[in-house]
């Protein structure tokens, strides 16, 4: 088999087009790819000029390059096509030039269809966009940090949440922005994440505004492994600060008492408990307070009145106890005072007989004065024992009612 018929095959097996014009633009040589493109036989193309085959419009387009090649220069270009079978095409072509004794009397042409490389960075592009997008337009702070801490890229949401503009953020770690008290567990979530032992957090914590106001956030991050770019984390960021004041001021609430804004019984076992499970060997005081014949004094003056009084009488309990006790209300005409740091049994019953009389009336209530005595009992323990704690200065309480 000659040489020529063997390249003339070889080149017929490549998937590009592969075609040669002379410098009179007729073709010589065309492989099947070429001619297939265009719906002609390949022999059919020999001698053709290159505006027939390519039509008035195409010719035109590509005429500064074949302008070029036939000055010596190559030229390399990308065209959009549409094949004789209507499907359209993105390509890349390149003229060579083809000079002996330094003229061109020819030019090669290959045209590499790069469709399906066009369409996978459209997708890309368009992927990209749509993060951009949808980043940008968030109703809730967005970043993309390091797997170290900083930060590479945030939303509008997230510089209106902490007060800062991007370039000032980017500047900056997650450390800087976070309240001192949240820092040690943000460690370990990122820690976590950049070594693979959690692929996702949540989690609620502070923020501190380029202002200084602190800010309570939930916070949302996972890991995207990169090889090639390195690993990174995405954060979303939730200002959730108004939630928390509401729950704290429902929290306050389950725990005051809604006659008297002392607390109640809830507040006063919680913090028995917690002394109890915290404090361990430090001594605690009960006065446990209880209004003489309240019943009677409901049924003489009203109900309203008797409420009056009950109000009346925690005010001045909240006047006089210390900054460290903790005054409730626990039921009807109960009061429980919590003495936190009491040193003995015998402080406790001499602030017992004080109370006595700093709670006796009369109460003036409307114009009226009110009769009102009160009877206390005491406990003290070294160690915290509510039960114990409660129960013993009832007992108190009664056998003082009782004399």
Not at 65 to 87: K, M, N, P, W, Y
Not at 197 to 224: F, H, M, P
């Amino acid at each position: 088999m000659p040489a020529t018929e063997g390249v003339s095959r070889a080149v017929d097996q490549l998937p590009s087009m592969i075609g040669y014009w002379d410098s009179s633009l007729r073709n010589v040589f065309a492989n099947k790819v070429y001619a297939e493109y265009f719906g002609i036989e390949p022999a059919q193309m020999v001698g053709m000029h290159l505006s027939d085959l390519l039509g008035e419009t195409l010719y035109e387009l590509n005429l500064p390059h074949i302008s070029g090649v036939l000055a010596g220069g190559e030229q390399q270009f990308d065209r959009t096509l549409i094949d004789v079978h209507g499907a359209v095409r993105t390509t890349a072509a390149t003229y060579v030039p083809d000079i002996v004794d330094d003229a061109v009397v020819g030019f090669t042409v290959m045209v590499v269809d790069v469709s399906g490389r066009v369409e996978v960075e459209r997708q890309r592009d368009r992927a990209i966009r749509l993060f951009r997008i949808a980043m940008e337009h968030a109703p809730i702070g967005k970043a993309i940090l390091t797997v170290d801490g900083r930060l590479l890229e945030v939303n509008k949401a997230l510089c209106t949440l902490l007060g800062y503009t991007a370039e000032e953020l980017q500047q900056r770690t997650f450390r800087d922005l976070t309240h001192p008290e949240d820092v040690v567990i943000a460690d370990e979530h990122l820690k976590g994440l950049a070594e693979g032992t959690l692929t996702s957090v949540a989690s609620e914590k502070r923020y501190i505004r380029k202002d200084g106001a602190t800010i309570w956030v939930q916070r949302n991050a996972t890991v995207v492994r990169d090889d090639a770019a390195g690993d990174v984390v995405i954060a979303q960021i939730q200002d959730i600060t108004a939630r928390k004041a509401a729950e704290a001021a429902l929290e306050r609430q389950l725990l005051l008492d809604d006659l008297t804004s002392l607390g109640n019984r809830r507040r006063l076992m919680a913090e028995l408990q917690s002394l109890r499970d915290t404090a361990e060997g430090t001594s605690v005081g009960v006065l446990f307070v209880d209004v003489d014949a309240f019943k009677s004094i409901n049924d003489r003056f009203g109900h309203s009145v008797g409420d009056l009084v009950l109000q009346a009488i925690g005010r001045r309990i909240m006047d006089n106890v210390r900054a460290d006790d903790v005054a409730c209300r626990i039921g009807g005409d109960e009061f429980v005072v919590l003495l936190r740091s009491a040193r003995s049994l015998d402080g406790v019953e001499h602030l017992a007989g004080r109370v006595v009389g700093l709670l006796a009336g009369p109460y003036e209530i409307d114009g009226t004065e009110i009769p009102v005595t009160v009877s206390v009992g005491w406990s003290w323990e070294p160690t915290v024992n509510p039960d114990r704690l409660l129960k013993m200065a009832d007992a108190r309480m009664y056998s003082s009612k009782r004399a």
